[in-house]
């Protein structure tokens, strides 16, 4: 089993529409979430870190189900600009690594 | 914000020639560097950990003597790929983190596509 496990999509949405990203991770003794962004042969981004509460950042919300081990992002009122590839990334528990998920393709259409 | 920057950002080389690839912090201090690969559609995969002025610390897989990497400096860490050989053709990318800064806050330089033919 991965330790980090997105749907690869690609998730294809007209503008304005909204979509949800979901992901699950195996280690359960993990303590930091986050989601990045990463575009076509580039770097990936900081998207946000993800908070046992729940959190938003305009149009994107983020949630973890630690007891499912589970993690979402919502995308609302989708831009052509959110076109990108969106990485679920967990650490490793008791170090700094990241462990990236596959990513999740999303295509926005006018 | 952080910058992290990279070079060269493409390579193309023959097969048995070594590639060095360089990362650099440029408006901070980087006590840690990471070094990642990316396949096409895959995932990125931590290659190795190093910390200024102290060995890489090398992921499970990973051959050490293919791989160098050498952390002189608070700003700089270069990876050398060793007689590189067409599987060795990736992304690779490096991030970089200040001292003690959260997980959040480690940075990704733009990546090097390196193609060995």
Redesign the interface.
Known sequence: RKE?EQD?GPFNVPEGATVAFNCTYSNSASQ?F?WYRQDC??????LM?VYSSGNEDGRFTAQLNRASQYISLLIRDSKLSDSATY?CVV?DSGT????????TRLQVFP | GAVVSQHPSRVICKSGTSVKIECRSLDFQATTMFWYRQFPKQSLMLMATSNEGSKATYEQGVEKDKFLINHASLTLSTLTVTSAHPEDSSFYICSAREGLAGLETQYFGPGTRLLVL
């Open positions: 980090v690869p930091s986050f042969r580039k770097e990936p981004k900081l870190s990485l650490n700094d690594k990241l462990i990236f998920g596959t990513g």
